[in-house]
């Protein structure tokens, strides 16, 4: 197996990042393991570390709306293969999340010789889906991948400010936080406006909400 010299898992729960980290230790001996527990926290692990060879992803992380940490990933880190790790084991799900281009799902549930099958094929550039998504007949959600294009056009601070605003979190609050002007925030926030093509913070609100997992579709399926 190709030996990875630089992992990062991004989850929030310790015990599952902590199960994970073994199990990745076990596999590729030799790696360099780096954590991050929320999406902002991501956003700095990945800029310190734009040289690792996979990101072990779960979409349910503090900042993330479904998709959209994986779109964020994927538009400025193309170079850096995704596998999105959740609980959810809906085939449509794990299919979308290989329309917002990650390379492999694996289900939190999977047995470690999954896990490493999925790791060993994605390192090697293959995409790896669970056969049970495999056999599922998948229609690509076009409204969500046209948002995902826009999103992804938005800079790594605009996809900050977005996430904050997402939040509730004020201008003011947002520009003392990133310790920036709020003239800035207001810029960054015109900006949003202008690539999402929305007009209110509702709506670019509404519009990052949108991708989260918890599709109308999938609960009509039910």
């Given at each position: 197996?190709?030996?990875?010299?630089?992992?990062?898992?991004?989850?929030?729960?310790?015990?599952?990042?902590?199960?994970?980290?073994?199990?990745?230790?076990?596999?590729?001996?030799?790696?360099?393991?780096?954590?991050?527990?929320?999406?902002?926290e991501?956003?700095?692990?990945?800029?310190?570390?734009?040289?690792?060879?996979?990101?072990?992803?779960d979409?349910?992380?503090?900042?993330?709306?479904?998709?959209?940490?994986?779109?964020?990933?994927?538009?400025?880190?193309?170079?850096?293969?995704?596998?999105?790790?959740?609980?959810?084991?809906?085939?449509?799900?794990?299919?979308?999340?290989?329309?917002?281009?990650?390379?492999?799902?694996?289900?939190?549930?999977?047995?470690?010789?999954?896990?490493?099958?999925?790791?060993?094929?994605?390192?090697?550039?293959?995409?790896?889906?669970?056969?049970?998504?495999?056999?599922?007949?998948?229609?690509?959600?076009?409204?969500?991948?046209?948002?995902?294009?826009?999103?992804?056009?938005?800079?790594?601070?605009?996809?900050?400010?977005?996430?904050?605003?997402?939040?509730?979190m004020?201008?003011?609050?947002?520009?003392?936080?990133?310790?920036?002007?709020?003239?800035?925030?207001?810029?960054?926030?015109?900006?949003?406006?202008?690539?999402?093509?929305?007009?209110?913070?509702?709506?670019?609100?509404?519009?990052?909400?949108?991708?989260?997992?918890e599709?109308?579709?999938?609960?009509?399926?039910?």
């Amino acid at each position: 197996m190709q030996l990875a010299q630089k992992i990062i898992i991004a989850d929030d729960h310790p015990l599952f990042r902590t199960a994970m980290q073994q199990a990745v230790k076990q596999l590729v001996p030799d790696v360099i393991i780096e954590q991050a527990e929320s999406l902002p926290e991501l956003q700095q692990v990945v800029e310190q570390h734009k040289d690792a060879d996979l990101i072990l992803l779960d979409l349910q992380m503090p900042g993330a709306h479904g998709y959209s940490g994986l779109v964020f990933l994927r538009s400025h880190y193309p170079e850096i293969p995704v596998i999105v790790v959740s609980a959810c084991e809906d085939p449509a799900i794990m299919c979308q999340a290989i329309d917002h281009e990650a390379s492999g799902y694996i289900p939190k549930s999977s047995p470690l010789e999954h896990i490493a099958k999925a790791i060993e094929l994605v390192l090697q550039g293959d995409i790896y889906l669970p056969d049970v998504a495999r056999r599922h007949q998948h229609q690509p959600n076009q409204s969500a991948l046209d948002l995902a294009e826009r999103l992804a056009s938005l800079t790594p601070q605009q996809f900050r400010v977005l996430t904050m605003m997402s939040e509730g979190m004020l201008n003011k609050q947002i520009a003392y936080d990133l310790d920036v002007s709020e003239a800035t925030i207001k810029a960054h926030v015109t900006a949003i406006f202008r690539k999402l093509g929305v007009r209110t913070r509702t709506q670019a609100v509404i519009a990052v909400q949108s991708l989260d997992i918890e599709k109308p579709e999938a609960a009509l399926s039910h």
